[in-house]
Nanobody, 122 residues
Framework: QVRLVESGGRLVQAGESLRLSCEAP????????RAWFRQVPGKEREFVAV????????KYSESVQGRFTITKDQNKNVVYLQMNNLIPEDTARYYC???????????????WGQGTQVTVSS
């Protein structure tokens, strides 16, 4: 089974920026929408952002609107999540997901990566 591959997570200070990447090996999921979710232990997976398969339509959660930007490099089939002005509440494991829809519910996505950890210190 082909899996998405996330990278870019690390420890940063509040106010700093990070860019996460979501790669799909071998052109997989090229025709699918791709989303970012995040999860902290003991809580449900939370929607962050989604981009359609064309890379032209995006949606964000209220908590990240204006700070995070999701983009897609069509040539490389890579989706990025640019995260600016990070705050400690952004600390979580970030997961990339792909499916035909552009919904904000984790249950609607069948294809996931292993996640990448983002930790924001105050």
């Amino acid at each position: 089974q082909v899996r998405l591959v996330e990278s870019g997570g690390r420890l940063v200070q509040a106010g700093e920026s990070l860019r996460l990447s979501c790669e799909a090996p071998g052109g997989a999921f090229e025709m699918y929408s791709r989303a970012w979710f995040r999860q902290v232990p003991g809580k449900e997976r939370e929607f962050v952002a989604v981009i359609d398969r064309f890379g032209s339509s995006t949606k964000y959660s209220e908590s990240v609107q204006g700070r995070f930007t999701i983009t897609k490099d069509q040539n490389k089939n890579v989706v990025y999540l640019q995260m600016n002005n990070l705050i400690p509440e952004d600390t979580a494991r970030y997961y990339c997901a792909a499916d035909a829809s552009t919904g904000n519910k984790a249950v609607g996505y069948k294809n996931w990566g292993q996640g990448t950890q983002v930790t924001v210190s105050s």
